[in-house]
């Protein structure tokens, strides 16, 4: 390939030009060209990070009587948590996951301790794990999640079968797409419907991803209302009683 | 009996070579220098981050916060808003509030430590400290600023509800709010224009402040870096 190659006929015939067999050699070349591809391969970055758009609520003062109130029956809080030894690094579990505890509570928080020994009455809280899907059952926090919000994922379940079956708009893919996504949307924001208010708070110690799997859970269940808040007092009151009634093993 | 040639035709090994090396750098974007490396969280959201206009913020797991700027990509926009005419508006900009609010202790530049500015892509050094680094070599910079344990490394940042006397990092982050760009000002409001990367390890405590600061300047909409989920997962 790299040599031009010709019968040497030279001897053979008189007056034949002298044909000469031209070798180049490439090794160099290729030497060159690993490193090159070496240096690409070592400074580039092939998967682009996502990007997640969250929106805080304006720390604007507004007045108690001018207040959304979400409905008691519709609200639930997620307190998120972070397992950390003493240097302050994330416990993992044995397949080497990060232990992050979700206590939640539905409604309002029930603080009664009727004959004052500090262990409050009807602590409503409880203690959930982010665990994802075993296949197509849904389990751990996104499990509570879901069956709140269960209007809404079932009409927006049949929204998707039309979607996959491509029937918003037959042929045009970005069409159907976009179809698709309207509705959904109309449906995650449908008042008519039972959706819940999810009140999510973060511990100090809670690690970053934590806060994400929860912003996540939202995402994954359509859920609408949202909001992220500051943790207080009496939220950790809850905890530290959860605690001792159910210590760690 | 007759030697045989130990040569090895090349040509195809180098024609593949060749390949690779053209689809590396088709598809290549370059590593930006970061002085932490962290390790986003995952998840489902599937938003690519946009390369042009966007301010991202980093905070190292110690705390520390940085900013990187990126401009306009536009070619008509290019010269008066890609990133390096960019930083330097907001540089200007930034210094102008800093001094207004601290008339005792004023920082000036020469225009070498602007133009030096203009070249860092992540930068995070208290005003105080900012002439000195501008000023040195940039080996020096990269060893500087990815020195966590230094209290001169890293925007500073506390908790601050007041408008009227504004933190450093929130007199960077209106510096690029009203740096004029106007692209970069509607990506902001969309909320598209601001990222906010962390460790995924790092305490909530520890982002709470940045987050904190962000909804003061009533920055409300905000991206954060994930990376994307993986089945199993």
Redesign the interface.
Known sequence: ??QIEQSDGGKKKKGAQKKMSI?????P??DM??L??TF??L?????????????????EKVEQNQMNKAKESEAITLI?T?D?NAN???KKDENGK?INTVYYYEGMADYTDANGDGILDNNKLKAEHFV?NDGKIQQGIRKILHDRNKAVLDKIEVEKTRWRNKEFAPGNSAANDSIYQARAREIRNDSTLTRPVVIIK????????????A??EM??NQISRYQ?DNINKADSVLILDYLAKNPKK | MKRKST?I??????DV??L??TF??L?????QKEPVTVL??????????PTANLASVLVSPEGKVFISIAGDADAETKDTWGSEALRKTILEEAVKLYNKQHPTKPIALTQQQVDAFSKINMFGVPFQALPAFLSMSQTDQDKVISDMSRADVGIPVNDN?DMERLNEFQIWMRAIYNSGNDNLQKAMKK??GI?VK????????T??DV?DN???L?M??????????TEQ?
């Open positions: 390939m790299a070798h180049v050699d490439f090794t070349m290729v060209n690993m090159l591809i690409f391969m400074c580039t970055t092939m998967i682009k990070s996502q990007t997640l758009t969250i929106s805080l609520p304006s720390n998120l972070t950390r302050g690094d994330v990060p994802g973060a511990t100090p110690e809670a690690s970053w991803e934590s806060l994400i799997s912003l996540d995402q994954i992220i | 040569l035709d090349m040509t195809a090994m180098s070579t060749v690779l090396l590396f750098m598809t290549s974007t370059f590593l986003t969280p995952s998840s489902v959201s599937e938003q690519k981050v509800k909320g598209e990222a962390a460790d995924k390890d790092t305490p909530y405590s982002v709470h987050l962000l909804q003061t009533k409300n909409r905000f991206s954060i870096m994930t990376a994307l989920k997962e």
